[in-house]
């Protein structure tokens, strides 16, 4: 790798650390081909990435700035997954972590707050942003539908009233 792609890269994990709602820097030693790609499919699912970097490169794209904390993370073979909503790739980590053994999660950031593993743990088990607007839309929209319900209650009993004294006119 020559000195312009590797500042290439520089940039651009640059731009994932101050773009990305979470980053999470985990090793991945002993992982295969299909299993790297499982990971990432499942991080494309929710939204995320994942990226491999050299070490030394992504430390140099910490320098100045707000997760810089993440530089002592950066040792073995690591792995970084990131995304915009600040939950989904700590989400999919955790779950993949879970699922295999030789992926372990180190810690990340989230904004400038570092997160150790179990802050990482304390992100994943938040809702994510599509739960959360989703909750959000069913509390406005509940009222509503209560609203309709009282206004249909009473000309559903008035009906029914009506038809009662119907059927006893006709009875008699």
């Known amino acids: 790798m020559d000195r312009a792609q590797k500042e290439k890269v520089v940039e651009e994990l640059g731009q994932i650390f101050e773009s990305s709602g979470v980053v999470v820097v985990a090793h991945y030693a002993g992982l295969t081909v299909t299993e790297m790609q499982d990971l990432r499919g499942r991080m494309r699912d929710a939204g995320g990435s994942v990226r491999v970097a050299k070490n030394r490169l992504a430390k140099i794209a910490l320098q100045d700035k707000p997760n810089a904390s993440l530089a002592d993370l950066l040792t073995g073979m690591t792995v970084l997954a990131y995304s915009e909503d600040p939950v989904a ?17 180190l810690g990340g950031a989230m904004g400038e707050t570092a997160l150790d593993r179990a802050g990482v743990k304390a992100v994943s088990d938040m809702p994510s942003r599509e739960e959360l607007i989703a909750s959000i839309v069913g509390c406005i929209g509940a009222p509503a539908a209560n609203i309709a319900g009282a206004i249909g209650a009473p000309a559903s009993n008035i009906a029914s009233i009506l038809s009662t004294i119907e059927e006893k006119a006709e009875a008699a």
């Open 89 to 105: 790739a700590a989400k999919v980590a955790e779950a993949y972590a879970k699922d295999n053994k030789k992926f372990e999660i």
